[in-house]
C-alpha cells in the first residue's frame, strides 16, 4: 500500500526538518569552537553613551538652548490664546452694534481662523523643538560617537556594546573613564 499524498509530504518535510536542525547543530557547534580560539585575542568594551553626552560641556549649552526655545514655545502659544480670547469676548460683547454684518461675518472668520491655528500649535511646537534638538544634539552625538571610535582603536577594543542594550555580559571594561579623559572632562 502506497502511502497518501499528504503522508509523503508530511513525511518529505519532517526529513527536511531534521536535516536542518542537523545542519544547524552542527555550525552551532563548530562557531562555538572557532569562538574559543578567537576569544583569546578579542577585547570587549562597553559604555553609556548618554552618559558621556551629558557629560560634555556642548550638551548643557545645547540642553539650556532647548529650555529657552521651550520657553518662547510657550509665550507664543499664550500669546495667540490671549489674542483669540479678546477677539472672541469682543465678538460676544454688547459693542459689536457698531459693526457692520459683513465686518462681524469678517471677524468671526477670522476668529474660526485663530482657533484652528491655536488648535494645530500644538503639535506644531513639539515637530519644531523635536528638530531643533536634533539639529542641536546631532553634532554633539557625532563627536561622542567618534571619541569612543577612537578610544576603542587607541585602547586595542575589538568590541564595544552599548551598556543600556545589556542584560547579562561576560566581563568587559568599561570605557567612560577613557573617554572622558579624551575628551579632557571630569
Known amino acids: 500500500m502506497k502511502p497518501s499524498p499528504d503522508v509523503s509530504w508530511a513525511i518529505k518535510k519532517t ?10 547543530v552542527v555550525a552551532v557547534i563548530s562557531l562555538a569552537a572557532a569562538g574559543n580560539k578567537a ?9 553609556s553613551l548618554a552618559d558621556v553626552i551629558t557629560a560634555m ?3 548643557k549649552k545645547a540642553d539650556t ?7 518662547a514655545l510657550g509665550q507664543n502659544y499664550d500669546d495667540m490664546r490671549k489674542e483669540f480670547s479678546e477677539q ?3 465678538l460676544n460683547s454688547k459693542d459689536t452694534a457698531k459693526y457692520t454684518r459683513a465686518q462681524l461675518e469678517l471677524k468671526r472668520k477670522n476668529l474660526g481662523e485663530m482657533y484652528l491655528k491655536l488648535q494645530g500649535w500644538q503639535q506644531q511646537a513639539q515637530q519644531m523643538y523635536q528638530q531643533k534638538q536634533q539639529d542641536l544634539i546631532a553634532p554633539i552625538q557625532k563627536k561622542a560617537v ?9 585602547n586595542g577594543f575589538t568590541y564595544v556594546l552599548s551598556k543600556e ?11 567612560l573613564p577613557l573617554v572622558k579623559k579624551k575628551l579632557g572632562l571630569k
Open 15 to 24: 526529513n527536511m526538518k531534521m536535516k536542518k536542525i542537523v545542519i544547524l
Open 39 to 47: 576569544q583569546a585575542q578579542t577585547k570587549i568594551g562597553f559604555i
Open 57 to 59: 560641556p556642548e550638551y
Open 65 to 71: 538652548s532647548l529650555a529657552d526655545f521651550q520657553t
Open 88 to 90: 472672541d469676548s469682543l
Open 146 to 154: 567618534e571619541t569612543v571610535q577612537a578610544v576603542a582603536r587607541e
Open 165 to 175: 542594550a545589556l542584560f547579562v555580559s561576560p566581563p568587559a571594561e568599561d570605557l
